[in-house]
């Protein structure tokens, strides 16, 4: 008996049906009563499921169409390693169809496994045989319109981030996506119209114009036009699902409480919160099926895990976010405590979060640190080892390794380690090459480290250390801290700072690399240092207007 046909438990012909064993089929192989046409596009079709290939599996079916969006959407939702799919008792009728059973096995990773068994059917078409679509060969109550998937289950209570006072900051939260089929309408433009006056209370930046647009864009393909939280469906102004070619796909995701409060120093931190859930989730199958609660099939739960408490401090972002909208050009601010390196806030305008100016981006210091690289070089003797070493105090020549803190130029991925939660700055090989290329996390680990008198470690998430490689962090040199308190206090007192209100106790430094920018300030107030780079002309300029702002906001 051939590989192909021990896959079958039994397989026959009759004039009404009749099962014959395993055992006379291979008695009878070469039999020509054998229907092999039926058995060979149930096998090829069995065969292209294990492949996850949606669209040959599809192409043996009555319904090619329909079958190819269920499986590819199932495949894509269901992230299995492996599947087996093993067709059995085939039973031949004399009008032309057939049925069968179908045992299929998805595995996930080390003991994450489920099997389904389904009932299937199979017709003599003009074309040949072709196997009966129906979703519940995938999933017993599984619809054309529904999903099978495969999602994390987490702990109850679901683990939570909180902020530097204990209190929750972000937790978990049951998302609808609302998921528009454009081969299920008619015009895209009154689709477009009728979800955004359904959506209007909750989401009016969904206009009716920017819809039309994501559907008439999404190669015709299922697309997301609208996400809609739990805790705000209610008011929703009536049921998404009425409108044509309309269907809900929920979801989990982490969601700050207060979303006033949305901040790019969050980025990492939910990237953290996401790789601590990888790492201890559980895991379920389930059918999702429009209009109804998910049934889960199969799966397991896993452990608990700590809530993660940050250093994040609500009211020092509601600051820093004012001050930097106070300009229409690019800009960004970061506060860190002195006395313990904690990221306090960060905030970024519009202008800015369009040109994905990101807080661990690095960009020229033009003449900001003029005066720290001045109080090295003279403290260095022209010793460039010396000179390095001078940097390293200072926060500027090291390589922090921060959890928590988001890298640049990496977005979000789903991983099972900690790797996407890093922030990389690189050791510089010199003085001028250190001072030449910063982030706003190394202007304000700078500004600290002057105020404290010893390198400062910037953190975010307690109970995690910063790594700190390429050099030897320390108490700085007594002559370069006292060079750069000075050059900051004169800054404030009578240099390019001296403008400012209300600037009791500020020390800082104002720089900009020429008329076209960027710009800096870099400066210490209260125990909390604080940098802020902005783009664009006049970008010194504008970089006071946000120290302003951030000074006038009590």
């Known amino acids: 008996m051939s590989s192909v046909a021990s896959r079958w438990f039994a397989i026959g012909t009759a004039a009404v049906f009749t099962v014959v064993s395993a055992f006379s089929l291979q008695a009878c192989s070469s039999d020509h009563r054998v229907d092999t046409t039926a058995k060979g596009v149930i096998d090829a079709f069995t065969a292209a499921m294990d492949k996850q290939n949606a669209q040959s599996a599809a192409a043996l079916t009555t319904s090619p169409v329909d079958a190819g969006d269920l499986l590819g959407g199932s495949f894509a939702a269901m992230h299995a390693t492996e599947i087996t799919s093993t067709p059995s008792d085939l039973a031949l009728y004399s009008d032309g169809s057939a049925t069968f059973s179908m045992k299929t096995t998805w595995t996930f990773g080390p003991g ?28 017993p109550g599984l619809t054309q319109d529904g999903l099978l998937r495969e999602v994390k289950t987490y702990a109850t209570p679901v683990p939570m981030v909180r902020d530097t006072a204990g209190k929750p900051l972000m937790n978990l939260e049951t998302i609808n996506d609302i998921v528009v089929n454009p081969d299920q309408i008619k015009d895209p433009t009154v689709i477009g119209r009728q979800l955004a006056a359904v959506v209007a ?64 120093l969050l980025d990492g931190v939910t990237d953290y919160w996401n790789a601590l859930a990888d790492a201890t989730s559980g895991w379920a199958v389930e059918v999702a099926n429009p209009g109804q609660q998910p049934v ?79 109080a090295v070089r003279q403290a260095g003797g022209g010793d460039v080892n010396r000179e390095n070493a001078l940097m390293d105090q200072l926060g500027l020549g ?109 020390t800082a430094l104002v720089g900009t690399n020429g008329p076209q920018g960027p710009g800096w300030f870099v400066g210490v107030r209260n125990g909390v240092a604080v940098a802020i780079y902005c783009a664009g002309a006049k970008s010194g300029t504008a970089a006071l207007q946000v120290m302003q702002r951030y000074l006038n906001t009590v």
């Open 112 to 139: 994450r496994q489920w099997t389904s068994e389904s009932q299937g059917a199979a017709r003599k078409l003009t074309v040949g045989w072709r196997v009966q679509w129906d979703p519940q060969l995938l999933a």
């Open 201 to 264: 209370p909750v989401a009016p930046l969904a206009t009716a114009q920017s819809i039309t647009q994501q559907i008439t864009g999404s190669g015709a393909k299922p697309v997301t036009v609208v996400s809609v939280r739990d805790s705000d469906f209610g008011g929703l102004n009536g049921d998404p699902t009425r409108v044509p070619g309309t269907t809900i796909q929920k979801r989990q995701q982490l969601v700050l409480i207060n979303r006033e409060l949305q901040s790019p």
């Open 296 to 374: 889960r099939l199969s799966g397991a739960q896993g452990p608990a895990s700590p809530d993660v408490r940050t250093t994040f401090d609500p009211a020092a972002q509601a600051k820093v976010k004012r001050a930097v909208v106070e300009v229409a050009q690019p800009a960004a601010m970061l506060a860190m405590d002195v006395k313990s390196g904690a990221l306090l806030a960060a905030a970024q305008n519009d202008a800015a979060a369009a040109q994905n100016i990101g807080l661990t981006d690095d960009f020229t210091s033009g003449h900001a640190l003029d005066p720290v690289v001045a």
């Open 398 to 506: 090291l390589s922090f390794t921060v959890p928590g803190v988001r890298p640049a130029a990496v977005a979000p991925a789903n991983s099972d380690t900690f790797s996407m939660a890093a922030l990389q700055v690189n050791p510089a090989s010199n003085t001028a090459s250190a001072a030449a290329s910063v982030s706003a996390i190394n202007m304000a680990a700078m500004a600290a480290s002057v105020a404290r008198g010893a390198t400062v470690t910037p953190y975010v998430i307690n109970g995690l250390a910063t790594k700190v490689e390429g050099g030897a962090p320390g108490p700085i040199d007594s002559g370069v801290l006292a060079a750069i308190r000075s050059a900051m206090a004169a800054t404030v007192k009578n240099g390019d700072a001296s403008d400012l209100q209300r600037a009791a106790d500020l």
